[in-house]
């Protein structure tokens, strides 16, 4: 992050990198949303918490960054270490606990135009009592509603006390409901756990085609440690948080084909966890995704790694012209 905020400083970096990195070919646009992505690619929430390098990122290869999360009152976070590498796995386990500057400064930050889609991701404020959390939302969507191509209810992070029981349909529906009413056109999507179980799955499905919400990102990191190969001790010793990564790709696949089942073509539903390869992607997009994010895969990857997924794609996609896909029957 320190060098892609270092890149953005540097007058037409932003240009050149998009010209040597950035999502060409026509073959990877994606209409949804209301909005052009020139890729499906995006990157997911967490890494550019503050909204201090969309341009750069959007350059060297992501079709759109989901900035935050952000929340109404700036935080410190969780006490360091809180990122801890499984490099066995290629994984992730975070505890980084929302540390932000707030809503309105990444909402000041994104008020020049970029040319890079850009959604906002907001959470709960940790000082804040669960009771109050529909308040402290509600301030963070009117602070960015109008800096966002679209926003984002978090209510799946491990890592603030509570957040994810808002989960729960009988208070995520008041919860959307009173944001929805405060952000006017922008879309809105609520983002949520690969924990859950199935049929809260569906119930989440059913609320968000009640509420004509615009779509679902599934998913955030999970609290599950199934299926690592670290050793037992170096993973006792990263401690409670996320992981993220490869052991999370099942899971998120699961859970974006039980979405896309249940509510059938009326939802975009953004597809996250455990995407490494453009297979991984193109596997996402043929179980119904119509827009991918990474994380962990970038992280690993580096900085020429989008570009690497933009080109297998679209290696892909060329090789079954109508969207066909191989796996869409599977
Ligand atoms: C260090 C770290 C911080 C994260 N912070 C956030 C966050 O603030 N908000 C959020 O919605 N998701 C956050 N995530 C979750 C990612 O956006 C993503 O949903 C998850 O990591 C699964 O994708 P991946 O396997 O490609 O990493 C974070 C993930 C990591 C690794």
């Known amino acids: ?76 976070g969780n006490p360091k270490p809180r990122l801890f590498r499984l490099m066995a796995d290629r994984a992730i386990v975070n505890r980084m606990g929302f540390n932000n500057h707030g809503a309105a400064a990444a909402a000041a930050r994104l008020s020049r135009p970029g040319d890079v889609i850009v959604g906002v991701n907001i959470g709960k404020t940790k000082a804040v009592a669960e009771a109050d959390a ?8 009117r602070a960015v509603a109008g800096v966002a191509d679209y926003l984002v209810v978090n209510v ?16 995520l529906g008041p919860l959307l409901t009173a944001v929805r009413e405060v952000i006017g056109a922008v879309p809105l999507l609520v983002k949520i756990a690969p924990d859950l179980a199935d049929e809260d799955v569906d119930a989440i499905a059913d609320l968000a085609v009640a509420l004509r919400l615009d779509g679902i990102i599934a998913t955030n990191t999970t609290i599950g440690r199934e299926g690592l190969v670290s050793g037992a001790e170096e993973v006792a010793a990263a401690g409670p948080g996320g992981l993220s990564g490869p052991p999370l790709r099942e899971r998120s696949l699961a859970v974006l084909r039980r979405l896309r089942s249940r509510t059938g073509d009326q939802l975009v539903l953004i597809a996250a966890g455990g995407i490494e390869t453009p297979d991984d992607a193109w596997e996402r997009l043929a179980a119904g995704a119509t827009l991918v994010q990474a994380y962990t895969g970038f992280v690993y990857g ?21 969207n066909e896909t191989p796996l869409s029957d599977s």
């Open 156 to 171: 799946s992070s491990p890592n603030t006390p509570g957040l994810r029981n808002l989960q729960e349909t009988d208070r």
């Open 302 to 322: 580096g900085p020429f790694w989008p570009r690497r997924i933009n080109a297998g794609l679209a290696r892909r996609m060329r090789d079954c012209p109508d």
């Open 134 to 141: 529909i308040a402290d939302y509600v301030a963070s969507a």
């Open 1 to 76: 992050m320190r060098a892609v905020i270092a890149a953005g400083r540097v007058p037409g970096a932003a240009r050149a990198l998009r010209a040597a990195l950035g999502p060409r070919d026509p073959v990877l646009r994606v209409r949804a949303l209301g909005l052009d992505f020139p890729g499906p690619l995006g990157l997911a929430a967490g890494f550019d918490k503050d909204a201090r390098g969309t341009a750069v990122l959007g350059a060297i290869g992501f079709g759109f960054v989901e900035v935050g999360t952000v929340t109404a009152q700036a935080q410190p």
